[in-house]
């Protein structure tokens, strides 16, 4: 797996600001809308973790 860096705490596979999902999928984050920046997308991997502390 690549080193995916991910700062969202409250996502399953995040584990020390890393991403260890075994895939990830990555979209547009409005449909009909050109991409023109990394905040234009949304990722579809999140999965809220079931236990926070």
């Known amino acids: 797996m690549s080193n995916i860096k991910c700062t969202v705490e409250e996502c399953?596979?995040?584990?020390?600001?890393?991403?260890?999902?075994?895939t990830i999928k990555v979209q547009a984050?409005?449909?009909?809308?050109?991409?023109s920046t990394s905040h234009d997308t949304a990722c579809r991997t999140f999965t809220p973790k079931t236990n926070l502390s």
Do not use: F, R, T
């Open 29 to 35: 984050g409005m449909q009909d809308h050109v991409i």
């Open 12 to 22: 399953q596979y995040n584990e020390s600001d890393l991403c260890q999902a075994s």
